[in-house]
Nanobody
Framework: VQLQASGGGLVQAGGSLRLSCTAS????????MGWYRQAPGKQRELVAA???????NYLDSVKGRFTLSRDNAKNSVYLQMNSLKSEDTAVYYC????????????WGQGTQVTVSS
């Protein structure tokens, strides 16, 4: 599976962005999708992701501000980001993990999100 992410950009604090990720696979529904981010000098961290059971796990600092959703008909996953803060500045990566094969874990190319204060 290949992942194509889009939607990053420069936004002022308090603003919103919507990230999109489209997967090139005929078995999209069999993947747990999510978003991670990596800020300069920091480790990559989970922002939001679907569990195998369909629950959504969010990073504590984005709860109530970010919303993860998916559209299986469009092979896409979205991250709506509201009330953005400067600390949300990072490269955001789309991730696809097979629900049935733990060895299948794919990453998109990353999209830059910059929040100016």
């Amino acid at each position: 599976v290949q992942l194509q992410a889009s939607g990053g950009g420069l936004v002022q604090a308090g603003g919103s962005l919507r990230l999109s990720c489209t997967a090139s696979t005929s078995t999209f529904s069999r993947y747990s999708m999510g978003w991670y981010r990596q800020a300069p000098g920091k480790q990559r961290e989970l922002v939001a992701a679907f569990s195998r059971g369909g629950d959504i796990n969010y990073l504590d600092s984005v709860k109530g501000r970010f919303t993860l959703s998916r559209d299986n008909a469009k092979n896409s996953v979205y991250l709506q980001m509201n009330s953005l803060k400067s600390e949300d500045t990072a490269v955001y990566y789309c991730n696809a993990r097979s629900m049935f094969n733990p060895n299948v874990n794919k990453w998109g190319q990353g999209t830059q999100v910059t929040v100016s204060s």
